[in-house]
């Protein structure tokens, strides 16, 4: 059965229908989603909440893409929504954080890459780290960025590049792994 | 060719950014979004609003709180009203009352059970919000209004504790845990260090008291938005 005439179905309520596309599409969301949030229970709440908001939206599915870039849509403006309302709540214990470690973490003295680059990716801007994400991380087209983030492809390759210009600047240390 | 090795470079070593499990826990997701819409069919209120329901089902960490927690103030007032009426009506000697098997009264002490039941989870919903949002804001005039709500709840925490509600021990140990957490919210100086804060912090962390809320509250019932 075609993915349109599934989508038919699941818009009568037919649950096997529901079921067959959430099989074709969960691994995709959840990775998304799990990108973004980096925390399982996080990740599993966006998924369920992308599906359970597509399934009730469906009859205003309007055929203008594909279902499954209809349904990214939906779960990364979850996905984002729900990682800012975390964010904001816990702003403050992470400036206490940090405000604790001030002076005592030196650029230089920090020899974790990993540790390094992850801080740089989420000191991104949010625009250009949801960007980086999809593509280098996910294998996104440009063109689905763009179509799922309701922006232009051309809008999503240069928040890209920008986005590895700033790492780079940013991992400037490292610059020997990389040219070698 | 120094940008594309930085390019190759940075993927390989990105990829450990929030790498996805390699197993997607499709049937438990599964198995929370089938519960979710079919709460949504059976209840009214969900078909009123569905989503502030459904979010109902997918933990709700992340939703939007701080617009919540009047409502929580309002339902802790009218739960507390509540119980309030049916110990009133009940009256003081209800104790000592003859038992009189009956079809009845059977019927009454199922629905009696079930309007403590909605009860009990309105009011852990309620203290729910108001936990989160006490962790999350930490401005002295939210906190102040927090404290207000803390002092209700607190009050409907304890009538609970002393009504068949508590006659589940699970729940009669969470009210138990709740009191003492409330109990010190309601005694916190707004403008306490914030090591006095992070106390009631750890108490809440300790005590699993968000989790344990969060399982009690079951799925289909609408926290409001």
């Known amino acids: ?180 | 060719m120094s940008e594309e090795k930085f390019e190759a470079w940075l993927k390989e070593n990105a990829d450990d950014y929030h790498r996805p499990p390699t197993n997607v826990p499709r049937e438990e997701m599964w198995e929370t979004i089938a519960r979710a819409r079919q709460a949504q069919r059976l209840s009214p209120i969900a078909e009123r609003s569905p989503v502030a329901s459904r979010r109902s089902h997918v933990s709700g960490r992340w939703s939007s709180i701080a617009g919540r927690w009047p409502m929580a103030v309002a339902a802790t007032l009218l739960i507390g009203a509540g119980i309030g009426l049916g110990y009133w009506m009940r009256g003081p000697s209800a104790e000592q009352a003859p038992v009189v098997a009956s079809l009845t009264s059977a019927a009454d002490s199922a629905i009696s059970s079930a309007t403590y039941d909605v009860a009990s989870v309105a009011h852990l919903t309620a203290v729910e919000t108001m936990l989160t949002s006490f962790r999350g804001d930490q401005q002295t005039e939210t906190q102040a209004s927090l404290q207000r709500l803390a002092r209700d709840l607190l009050a409907t925490t304890r009538l609970l504790m002393d009504s068949p509600a508590a006659e589940d021990a699970s729940r009669r140990q969470l009210l138990a845990d709740l009191e003492y957490v409330l109990a010190q919210i309601v005694v916190l100086d707004p403008n306490a260090p914030a090591e006095d804060r992070a106390m009631v912090d750890r108490a809440i962390a300790r005590e699993q008291v968000l989790t344990r809320i969060r399982s009690s509250i079951p799925a289909g019932f609408s926290r409001g938005n």
């Open chain 1, 1 to 180: 059965m075609s993915e349109s005439q599934l989508v038919a179905r699941a818009i009568e309520g037919d649950q096997a229908a529901q079921r067959a596309l959430y099989d074709a599409h969960v691994d995709r969301v959840y990775r998304l989603a799990y990108r973004v949030a980096g925390d399982d229970d996080l990740a599993r709440d966006f998924t369920q909440e992308a599906f359970i908001r597509a399934f009730d939206r469906l009859p205003t599915f309007r055929r203008e893409s594909s279902f499954g870039t209809w349904l990214y849509t939906i779960a990364m403006s979850v996905s984002l929504n729900g990682i800012r309302s975390i964010k904001r709540l816990r702003t403050r214990e992470v400036s206490i954080d940090a405000a604790e470690s001030l002076g005592k973490r030196d650029r230089h003295a920090d020899p974790d890459l990993k540790d390094r680059l992850k801080r740089a990716i989420e000191d991104l801007p949010p625009g250009y780290r949801t960007v980086f994400l999809m593509h280098d991380l996910e294998g996104y087209t440009h063109e689905e960025i763009g179509e799922v983030l309701g922006i232009q492809s051309g809008t999503s390759k240069a928040q890209l590049f920008r986005a590895r210009a700033r790492l780079r600047e940013v991992l400037a240390d490292f610059a020997g792994a990389w040219s070698a």
